[in-house]
């Protein structure tokens, strides 16, 4: 195991725990197989634990890091690989994502996620799935639970049906407290979301679709026709073969894409 250098200690407020148990990282870089020809994005590399596998088999990296205090330390680690280490001093959540986009490749996102922001990431990640190739995350153990879950499981809702709207999701392995420095007080994750290049069932407007799939998961123990009823009667679900007396997480993603698509039709008429 490579030991956290004592020139960095871990903070809080940017949900920092470092990676360093080597047989966890050379899993990850198998599971993402990282190659030269790839356009791969780092978020969080912290202290460069898989930063420098990932340069290692690629030769190149562009990485995300907003603690300006880890900068430096990953410049000087990296030092060796000039202009093919660029390292963005930024927000994840507010980075443009296509200014890395060149040659037409798409990009690949690997990152281990702060836990406090993670769900808000993806979303912001997923309104650039077309640029995007695939994404490889160490996330809280739940929130891949909940990505993965299907119609009927208690992880399911608004997260599950909006990345998988954009992309099939493989719930790759579990990685031990142990793992990290500090020890986290939770389980980890490591997920794989590959955005489709052709939706398999696409909404006529997406924003309508996010709205109803939000709306119906505001109180998830309500049944459709409570939770929906200042968007579409009963009557207009029944007519979509969709049962008002349902739950939300009984509903899969093509239903939702129903409803959806009949309130976009109804404002157009």
């Keep these: ?20 148990d080597q047989s966890v990282i050379q899993r990850i870089i198998r599971s993402i197989s990282p190659k030269a020809e790839d356009a791969l994005v780092e978020i969080g590399p912290g202290l460069g634990a898989l930063t420098e596998e990932l340069l290692a088999n690629a030769g190149h990296l562009d990485a995300i890091e907003l603690d300006r205090d880890l900068v430096p330390i990953l410049r000087t680690k990296f030092f060796r690989y000039g202009d093919q280490f660029r390292i963005h001093e930024a927000d994840a959540m507010k980075f443009d994502y296509t200014t890395l986009c060149t040659d037409q490749k798409r990009l690949r996102v690997v990152g281990n996620l702060p836990y406090n922001i993670s769900t808000q990431l993806i979303f912001h990640l997923l309104s650039h799935h077309q640029h995007i190739a695939d994404m490889h995350f ?40 142990e793992a990290f420095d500090p020890i986290p007080k939770v389980d980890s994750a490591i997920v794989r979301l590959t955005p489709y290049e052709t939706l398999p069932y696409e909404a006529l407007e997406v924003n309508q679709l996010q709205n109803v799939v939000r709306t119906a998961f505001n109180q998830r123990r309500k049944t459709l026709r409570n939770n929906l009823k200042e968007l579409i009667s009963a009557e207009s679900l029944e007519a979509l073969d969709i049962n008002p007396g349902e739950r939300p997480e009984r509903l899969d993603l093509q239903a939702f894409i129903r409803i959806s698509d009949h309130l976009t039709q109804a404002e157009k008429e």
């Design 1 to 20: 195991m490579s030991k956290k250098p004592v020139a960095h200690k871990a903070r809080k407020r940017f949900g920092q725990n470092f990676l360093q």
């Design 138 to 177: 160490m996330l809280q153990k739940e929130v891949v639970e909940r990505l993965a879950a299907g119609p009927g499981e208690k992880n399911y809702g608004r997260l599950s049906i909006m990345a998988q709207y954009y992309c099939r999701v493989d719930n790759l392995f579990l990685v031990p407290p």
